[in-house]
């Protein structure tokens, strides 16, 4: 059994230990201590990562209560080593986690709501509360959760005998009453939990929820909190600086210059396609060969080359139009009222190498030929 020092201690940065055993693996070296403030994977938390002496730490694992560390390097039994842990990930872990713990107490305090999933990813973290929230209700939270980030609440850990845990009220996704370990945000929260956290709330820093989605019937809220969240900050910072220089826009009114632009481009988009569809239409050359009538023109979208061939629809057995591409090939439309068309698609693809298709009554796609070429294979 591993002696845990980040049980009672969150904050031990670097520790002597002695060697228990080393034993070779096809990643490396398991290393088991006689004490760590390694934090194994656990409780949605990732493992720590470090050094023992000159060796990385690259996992570090518990079962059964043995902490196992897979190293770079090997060790001799009863070596005695010095560990160091990488605090700069730890401490930002620790600032996330505890957040996750307040967010989740203030969400069950004022809306009954258990917290269903906890996931932290390399700089957030997912929380799943089991019922709706509203925009409002998530703002709210948010505030009350800064709130008693400024109010430096006191953070302790105990771990109650099971029959001191019945008489205390503690959010815990299992039913468990032996050795429970409870982390207590004073006036906030109390939550089974095998992590270590920040001790006060102040070194939270700031809660901030970035994202959520209705989720399996409750939510899934994305949160950051500390350095992670001063970092978020920072870039988005920078992105808004870009932008006011983009549009020449004071701080205030990024949003409003962007919806202003945005509305500008869609109206100038409209008129576009709007210009394309009548310029595709005064540039088309009608010739009927037989009892097909054949188009050409040319930067015509399949849209517009539809509504001209719908046009000429009552004219002619076969409509066929083709519109020049910039890179030399055509488009086509086929179309009949009456007729199959597909034998005619069918040939047309396999003497240009085209591609396309359709219904028996209408096709369009691809091909690769010149307009004599076409016209003669409609003659032929
Ligand atoms: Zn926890």
Same mark, same amino acid.
């Given at each position: 059994m591993t002696v845990k020092l980040y049980e009672n201690d969150s904050y031990i940065k670097e520790f002597d230990a002695t060697v228990i055993s080393c034993e070779k693996c096809e990643k490396g070296y398991l290393v088991v201590l006689d004490k760590t403030a390694f934090f194994p994977e656990g409780g949605g938390q990732q493992a720590d990562k470090g050094t023992i002496n000159d060796a990385n730490v690259l996992d570090v694992q518990i079962k059964d209560e043995v902490v196992t560390h897979l190293t770079d390097k090997e060790f001799n039994a009863y070596d005695t080593v010095c560990c160091k842990i990488d605090w700069e990930t730890r401490f930002a872990r620790m600032q996330n986690h505890t957040g996750e713990h307040l967010i989740s107490g203030i969400i069950h305090s004022l809306f009954g709501y258990d917290n269903l999933g906890f996931?932290? @990813?390399? *700089?957030?973290?997912?929380?799943?509360? &089991?019922? #709706?929230?509203?925009?409002?209700?998530?703002?709210?939270?948010?505030?009350?959760?800064?709130?008693? #980030?400024?109010?430096?609440?006191?953070?302790?850990?105990?771990?109650?005998?099971?029959?001191? #845990?019945?008489?205390?009220d503690y959010r815990s996704k299992l039913d468990l009453k032996d050795g429970v370990r409870l982390v207590n945000i004073e006036n906030y929260d109390t939550c089974a939990c095998c992590a270590p956290h920040v001790s006060r709330t102040g070194e939270i820093g700031i809660v901030k929820i970035i994202d959520y989605i209705q989720y399996k019937g409750g939510m899934r809220l994305t949160a950051v909190c500390g350095i992670n969240a001063f970092l978020d900050y920072s870039t988005l910072h920078d992105e808004n600086k870009e932008l006011m220089h983009l549009l020449s826009s004071s701080r205030d009114k990024v949003n409003e210059f962007v919806k202003r632009d945005h509305d500008v481009i869609g109206a100038q988009k409209a008129q576009i396609n709007m210009l394309k569809s009548q310029l595709a239409s005064s540039n088309l050359d009608v010739v009927t060969v037989g009892t097909t009538r054949l188009g050409?023109? *040319? %930067? =015509? @979208?399949? $849209? %517009?080359?539809? =509504? !001209?061939?719908? %046009?000429? !629809? $009552?004219?002619?057995? *076969?409509?066929?139009?083709? &519109?020049?591409?910039?890179?030399?090939?055509? &488009?086509?439309?086929? =179309?009949?009222?009456?007729?199959? #068309?597909? %034998?005619?698609?069918k040939a047309l693809n396999e003497k240009f190498s085209g591609k396309g298709g359709g219904r028996p009554n209408y096709a369009q796609g691809k091909i690769n030929a010149e307009k004599d070429s076409i016209i003669k294979f409609f003659e032929a």
């Open positions: 996931h932290m @990813s390399e *700089k957030t973290f997912t929380l799943d509360p &089991s019922g #709706i929230l509203s925009d409002e209700d998530i703002k709210k939270v948010e505030l009350i959760a800064n709130k008693a #980030i400024y109010e430096n609440r006191n953070i302790t850990v105990s771990f109650p005998t099971s029959d001191e #845990i019945d008489s205390i050409f023109t *040319k %930067d =015509a @979208s399949f $849209d %517009d080359m539809r =509504a !001209l061939v719908n %046009d000429e !629809l $009552d004219n002619a057995e *076969k409509i066929a139009f083709f &519109s020049e591409n910039e890179d030399g090939s055509y &488009s086509y439309v086929v =179309a009949s009222k009456n007729q199959d #068309i597909r %034998d005619l698609v």
